[in-house]
């Protein structure tokens, strides 16, 4: 699509972003010979009235939002029944941009997220919860100075609507476990994305990865916080805690607010807590790079470069008897004697019929494996179900179109998700077969399984003993 020349008074002059609901441009103001950067809802999102009051419940959120550390509104308008605002166009950058050239110091990381985290408390003093923290959306001006953006999707704390659709929004990689859970959130879930941050900023890299969304959302869902000192062992000890407190599966367990966490780093980057508060700016002064103002990463090129320790993966086997087992053919010996030249006549005996255990009765049946469909939705216009299943049992989609994975393993059991494109339907089949012994096995014919439980033979064909197959009515991306 080719980009405007004009929208309103602005002149456009490159396109800075393109996303599901809405394009920003780099604009020009005549009238007060600035830059700004102009979002506005496409023409072909005009026909979707949810789209629609979506961007026009971002407007009103983010010109109520006046705050030193959000990026400010200066203008919103309308032009041919296509909404659109104008912010500040920030010249520095954003954090990605900076994680990108490398890993923070504690005090850089505490400099930055002291000003977010101020930002941030203001939103939720007037109940506005981000829902979508992540480097990409904080923003730096000229000076360094950090400004939270994006409130697209940011949900008002007392209202019962969501206009959301009917799939889970926002990223995977910084998402809260209530979040991707489609559970009620509050500004909790926002400490939770800002504790991701913190780790992303020490790590360079974010604490979960997968293959597909889906196994990411999991893993924030049900594997432990990451032990930040295994892959930083030269952070201060108490960085361990404060990231696995700010990012508690339990909402309860974290820091009340984004003050309380910021505190608590600056505490460790700085021995004190600094004056953070909820309406203003302030903290420790920021260590700006000597040549361009900007916040820049830590290197140390000239130092000794301190290797992680990479946490060894332990190993759980898994050792299952398959009911296919054949016993041991019987080993026949003879022994030659040379006594007399005499001949000896050895008797032929029939052998006799096995003998097999009694049927069971009609009401037993064999043990399967517990399934249980734990999520079925669409996640970036792709449909998953997700099943927890036992750890030792063997799993597969009978829809041809359909593939499954393991994406997190927590205790005893696996979660598993399944997915595929252009498909309404799942079968989804789960195998534990029974450990059975040589001699269990002798006891049934070859059109029934042992079944040790009750001394009898189920009338099951004996690929399927153990097999249970769960239907599912797959939700369609809208």
């Given at each position: 699509?080719?980009?405007?020349?004009?929208?309103?008074r602005y002149i456009i002059k490159t396109?800075?972003?393109?996303?599901?609901?809405?394009?920003?441009?780099?604009?020009?103001?005549?009238?007060?010979?600035?830059?700004?950067?102009?979002?506005?809802?496409?023409?072909?999102?005009?026909?979707?009235?949810?789209?629609?009051?979506?961007?026009?419940?971002?407007?009103?959120?983010?010109?109520?939002?006046?705050?030193?550390?959000?990026?400010?509104?200066?203008?919103?308008?309308?032009?041919?029944?296509?909404?659109?605002?104008?912010?500040?166009?920030?010249?520095?950058?954003?954090?990605?941009?900076?994680?990108?050239?490398?890993?923070?110091?504690?005090?850089?990381?505490?400099?930055?997220?002291?000003?977010?985290?101020?930002?941030?408390?203001?939103?939720?003093?007037?109940?506005?919860?981000?829902?979508?923290?992540?480097?990409?959306?904080?923003?730096?001006?000229?000076?360094?100075?950090?400004?939270?953006?994006?409130?697209?999707?940011?949900?008002?704390?007392?209202?019962?609507?969501?206009?959301?659709?009917?799939?889970?929004?926002?990223?995977?990689?910084?998402?809260?476990?209530?979040?991707?859970?489609?559970?009620?959130?509050?500004?909790?879930?926002?400490?939770?994305?800002?504790?991701?941050?913190?780790?992303?900023?020490?790590?360079?890299?974010?604490?979960?990865?997968?293959?597909?969304?889906?196994?990411?959302?999991?893993?924030?869902?049900?594997?432990?916080?990451?032990?930040?000192?295994?892959?930083?062992?030269?952070?201060?000890?108490?960085?361990?805690?404060?990231?696995?407190?700010?990012?508690?599966?339990?909402?309860?367990?974290?820091?009340?607010?984004?003050?309380?966490?910021?505190?608590?780093?600056?505490?460790?980057?700085?021995?004190?807590?600094?004056?953070?508060?909820?309406?203003?700016?302030?903290?420790?002064?920021?260590?700006?790079?000597?040549?361009?103002?900007?916040?820049?990463?830590?290197?140390?090129?000239?130092?000794?470069i301190v290797v992680g320790v990479v946490?060894?993966?332990?190993?759980?086997?898994?050792?299952?008897?398959?009911?296919?087992?054949?016993?041991?053919?019987?080993?026949?010996?003879?022994?030659?004697?040379?006594?007399?030249?005499?001949?000896?006549?050895?008797?032929?005996?029939?052998?006799?019929?096995?003998?097999?255990?009694?049927?069971?009765?009609?009401?037993?049946?064999?043990?399967?494996?517990?399934?249980?469909?734990?999520?079925?939705?669409?996640?970036?216009?792709?449909?998953?179900?997700?099943?927890?299943?036992?750890?030792?049992?063997?799993?597969?989609?009978?829809?041809?179109?359909?593939?499954?994975?393991?994406?997190?393993?927590?205790?005893?059991?696996?979660?598993?998700?399944?997915?595929?494109?252009?498909?309404?339907?799942?079968?989804?089949?789960?195998?534990?077969?029974?450990?059975?012994?040589?001699?269990?096995?002798?006891?049934?014919?070859?059109?029934?399984?042992?079944?040790?439980?009750?001394?009898?033979?189920?009338?099951?064909?004996?690929?399927?003993?153990?097999?249970?197959?769960?239907?599912?009515?797959?939700?369609?991306?809208?």
């Amino acid at each position: 699509m080719p980009i405007p020349e004009q929208i309103g008074r602005y002149i456009i002059k490159t396109e800075l972003g393109r996303g599901g609901m809405a394009t920003v441009y780099r604009a020009y103001d005549p009238s007060f010979d600035r830059e700004v950067a102009l979002k506005i809802l496409p023409r072909e999102m005009l026909h979707d009235p949810q789209f629609r009051a979506r961007f026009e419940r971002e407007i009103k959120l983010v010109a109520s939002l006046e705050h030193p550390a959000i990026v400010p509104v200066y203008d919103v308008g309308d032009i041919e029944g296509q909404p659109f605002y104008v912010m500040r166009y920030m010249t520095g950058g954003s954090l990605s941009d900076l994680i990108a050239k490398g890993k923070f110091t504690t005090q850089e990381t505490a400099v930055i997220i002291g000003k977010v985290a101020q930002g941030l408390a203001h939103a939720h003093r007037k109940n506005i919860i981000h829902r979508d923290l992540k480097p990409d959306n904080i923003l730096f001006d000229e000076n360094g100075s950090p400004f939270i953006s994006d409130f697209g999707i940011a949900k008002l704390a007392e209202s019962g609507s969501n206009l959301t659709g009917s799939g889970v929004i926002g990223t995977p990689a910084y998402m809260s476990p209530e979040q991707a859970q489609g559970k009620d959130i509050d500004s909790r879930s926002d400490v939770y994305g800002l504790g991701v941050i913190i780790y992303q900023m020490l790590t360079g890299h974010q604490p979960y990865s997968a293959d597909t969304p889906m196994g990411v959302v999991v893993k924030h869902i049900t594997e432990p916080v990451p032990e930040i000192l295994k892959d930083m062992p030269e952070l201060p000890p108490e960085v361990d805690e404060l990231i696995k407190t700010a990012m508690a599966k339990d909402k309860n367990r974290r820091y009340e607010n984004t003050i309380e966490l910021a505190k608590a780093l600056n505490k460790i980057a700085f021995g004190e807590e600094g004056n953070l508060t909820f309406n203003t700016n302030s903290g420790v002064t920021s260590r700006l790079n000597s040549n361009n103002n900007t916040v820049a990463p830590s290197k140390n090129r000239t130092g000794l470069i301190v290797v992680g320790v990479v946490l060894a993966v332990a190993l759980i086997g898994f050792f299952l008897i398959r009911n296919q087992l054949m016993p041991p053919e019987p080993v026949v010996t003879a022994t030659i004697v040379e006594t007399q030249p005499t001949l000896t006549t050895v008797p032929i005996t029939e052998t006799s019929a096995p003998v097999f255990a009694p049927a069971c009765s009609a009401d037993v049946t064999f043990p399967v494996p517990e399934v249980r469909l734990t999520d079925n939705r669409c996640l970036q216009r792709r449909a998953y179900a997700l099943f927890a299943i036992p750890l030792d049992t063997t799993f597969e989609a009978l829809n041809p179109e359909a593939t499954c994975k393991v994406e997190s393993t927590s205790g005893t059991r696996q979660v598993v998700s399944c997915s595929g494109p252009n498909f309404l339907e799942l079968d989804f089949k789960v195998c534990q077969p029974p450990p059975l012994t040589n001699t269990e096995l002798n006891q049934c014919s070859t059109d029934s399984t042992f079944d040790s439980a009750n001394q009898c033979c189920v009338a099951i064909p004996p690929q399927d003993a153990g097999c249970v197959i769960t239907e599912v009515q797959m939700r369609g991306c809208e």
